[in-house]
């Protein structure tokens, strides 16, 4: 089908004509995603993906940067070690978000995985093609927009998502154009996230094996994603605002920028910064910290200059069979500290959460234990009827 063609043609028809759902399964047919929009000269975004004005309506601040916590020394030195868990105690209660480094992570690896990501977006359709699906029971996923049929307007990137840990894919699962260092990537990232968790177990005040030996870093799903260049950025976004829904997650960005915390009602730039890694709070590790870290709203603006990639590494059991129970935990809780949040599996908060799509709201208060004139929990009741 000539998607052009058929955009085209609704730009100039009537309100009331807009056939929204063919248009999404037009653009989906393509399996080319926003790229292939952009490689077939189309200058000017597709109804499909205007997003709702009022995304617009807070405001961008420059009075705060978001903490850069510098990783040195963290395994050989007590007192560093301290000063580390300090900061990142603060940045996870106050910002939910902070960049790390000196990680351990090598800059050629980081360089080498965000070139790969290119390599796989530039392949040809019928190449990428090949792993063009909806159905994350897969090893490997590409497609362009997860909730594109559930949420309000679709964003203006494409993904693949690829499941690394507990069960390593085979090598020849994997996209040849950059299995290499999606193996290598991985394992070191596997690293960092078990030291990540040995940090934010501490900072709770627990023994630093306690987030990891209830699952926390037992699963890695890694998401690539390419954020094609949009000929009218005020329009659409190329990830709209929400919370990330795992346990953690680890970003890897390129130097192109687009990046925005919701901090203080305002959104702050992430700046991309030589060698740092982005890590964020997620809704999981929310919750199950009774509210002593926080899992915060960001977004990614597109730009008409350059195309952006980025890796988000999500720590999470999402994709896996585990039935454990998550909820506040208990070492944490006293009279003066009650629980906050009623207990779930992972599966069941995830599943709530992709019922609701990328649109903004997220699904943890909805696991809070009752407080006075608060009904949602009625709203979850009712979604598991
Ligand atoms: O690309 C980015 O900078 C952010 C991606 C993101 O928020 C996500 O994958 O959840
Ligand atoms: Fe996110």
């Given amino acids: 089908m000539d998607y052009s063609a058929k955009i085209t043609k609704s730009k100039s028809t009537p309100e009331l004509e807009y056939d929204r759902a063919s248009e999404l399964k037009a653009f989906?047919?393509?399996?080319?995603?926003?790229?292939?929009?952009?490689?077939?000269?189309?200058?000017?975004?597709?109804?499909?993906?205007?997003?709702?004005?009022?995304?617009?309506?807070?405001s961008c601040g420059t009075q705060y940067n978001i903490p850069i916590i510098d990783l040195e020394g963290v395994?050989?030195?007590?007192?560093?070690?301290?000063?580390?868990?300090?900061?990142?105690?603060?940045?996870?209660?106050?910002?939910?978000?902070?960049?790390?480094?000196?990680?351990?992570?090598?800059?050629?690896?980081?360089?080498?995985?965000?070139?790969?990501a290119h390599r796989f977006f530039e392949q040809d359709v019928e190449t990428k093609s090949w792993f063009f699906s909806r159905d994350y029971t897969k090893r490997v996923v590409y497609n362009s927009n997860f909730d594109l049929y559930s949420a309000p307007a679709a964003k203006w990137r494409d993904t693949v998502v690829c499941s690394m840990a507990p069960d390593p894919p085979k090598p020849e699962e994997l996209p040849a154009v950059f299995?290499?260092?999606?193996?290598?990537?991985?394992?070191?990232?596997?690293?960092?996230?078990?030291l990540l968790f040995e940090l934010l177990s501490e900072a709770l005040g627990l023994n630093p094996d306690y987030l990891r030996d209830i699952d926390c870093a037992k699963g890695l799903v890694m998401l690539s994603h390419y954020y094609p260049v949009c000929p009218q950025p005020e329009l659409t976004l190329g990830s709209s605002k929400h919370a990330d829904n795992g346990f953690l997650t680890v970003l890897l960005q390129?130097?192109?920028?687009?990046?925005?915390?919701?901090?203080?009602?305002?959104?702050?730039?992430?700046?991309?910064?030589?060698?740092?890694?982005?890590i964020n709070i997620g809704d999981l590790l929310q919750l199950i910290s009774n509210d002593k870290f926080t899992s915060v709203d960001h977004r990614v603006l597109t730009n008409s200059a350059s195309p952006r990639v980025s890796v988000a590494s999500f720590f999470t059991t999402a994709l896996l069979p585990d039935s454990r129970l998550y909820g506040p935990i208990k070492e944490l809780l006293s009279e003066n500290n009650p629980p906050k949040y009623r207990e779930t599996t992972v599966k069941a908060y995830i599943t709530f959460f992709n019922s609701k799509g990328l649109s903004g709201a997220s699904p943890l208060p909805c696991f809070k234990l009752s407080e006075p004139g608060h009904g949602d929990r009625k709203q979850l009741q009712d979604h598991h009827k």
Avoid: C
């Fill in 28 to 58: 989906d047919e393509t399996k080319a995603g926003v790229k292939g929009l952009v490689d077939a000269g189309i200058k000017q975004v597709p109804r499909m993906f205007h997003q709702p004005r009022d995304d617009y309506s807070v």
């Fill in 254 to 278: 390129d130097n192109v920028g687009g990046l925005q915390v919701l901090h203080q009602n305002q959104w702050i730039d992430v700046p991309p910064t030589p060698g740092a890694l982005v």
């Fill in 179 to 194: 299995r290499d260092i999606m193996v290598e990537y991985s394992k070191q990232l596997m690293n960092l996230g078990y």
């Fill in 75 to 116: 395994k050989q030195n007590r007192t560093t070690r301290k000063e580390i868990v300090e900061n990142v105690r603060n940045a996870s209660k106050t910002w939910g978000f902070f960049q790390v480094l000196n990680h351990g992570i090598p800059m050629n690896v980081m360089e080498e995985m965000k070139d790969g």
